[in-house]
């Protein structure tokens, strides 16, 4: 079984009941004994970049909502170590962070591919010993983040995606209702 780490998948049971996290799919960037810090990556928002960092209008890739917390700030995972300095490989190069100032700029001019990099606004948080209470409940299955689920291009596919990742046992799953009533 694999432990939660930095650049590992949590992926919501099928009927997690929490609106913000159902069939949902979290990054996880960082994960210490005092909590654990992610992304959720398959739930865009119907806003412009442009709303909030007026040098992005061009920017035309969705923005996701990364979790309940702190929505004021601008979080992005990115595939360019190279032209962005300051991000923290999470895995399978993936970097999460980095000098948003610069990634601004290579966006501006066209110098990066907009597919290899994600923006979000907010976060998922879990406080010391919250998660494991939430796994020991099964709300969320574990399994190794890949870039091309991370960055899929299509967010409505990739929690089908990171269950398929699984053992076939989980892949009934991917046919649940929303609502275990409507079975």
């Given amino acids: 079984m694999i432990k939660i780490k930095k650049g590992t998948l949590l992926i919501a049971e ?43 209008e061009a920017y035309n890739n969705p923005i996701f909502n990364g979790g309940p917390v702190n929505r004021e700030h601008i979080h992005f995972l990115h ?11 999470i895995s399978d190069h993936i970097y999460w962070g980095g000098d948003f ?17 994600k923006l979000f606004v907010g976060y998922a948080r879990w406080g010391e010993g919250q998660l ?15 870039r091309d689920i991370v960055f899929h291009k299509n967010p409505a596919k990739i929690w089908v995606d990171a269950v398929k990742k ?5 892949h009934p799953i991917i046919n649940y ?7």
């Fill in 132 to 146: 494991k209470k939430e796994m020991d409940e099964k709300s969320w299955l574990i399994t190794s983040a890949t």
């Fill in 101 to 117: 100032q610069i990634a601004t700029q290579l966006i501006q001019k066209n110098k990066i591919d907009p597919d290899g990099i």
């Fill in 14 to 56: 099928p009927f997690l009941k929490d609106l913000d996290f159902q069939r949902s799919v979290v990054l996880i960037c960082d994960h210490q004994r005092e909590g654990t810090f992610g992304v959720t990556i398959n739930k865009p928002i119907d806003i412009k970049i442009a709303t909030l960092v007026e040098e992005l």
């Fill in 166 to 170: 699984l053992d076939d046992d989980f």
């Fill in 79 to 89: 595939t360019f170590p190279n032209l962005i300095p300051g991000g923290e490989l």
């Fill in 177 to 183: 209702p929303l609502d275990p009533s409507f079975n």
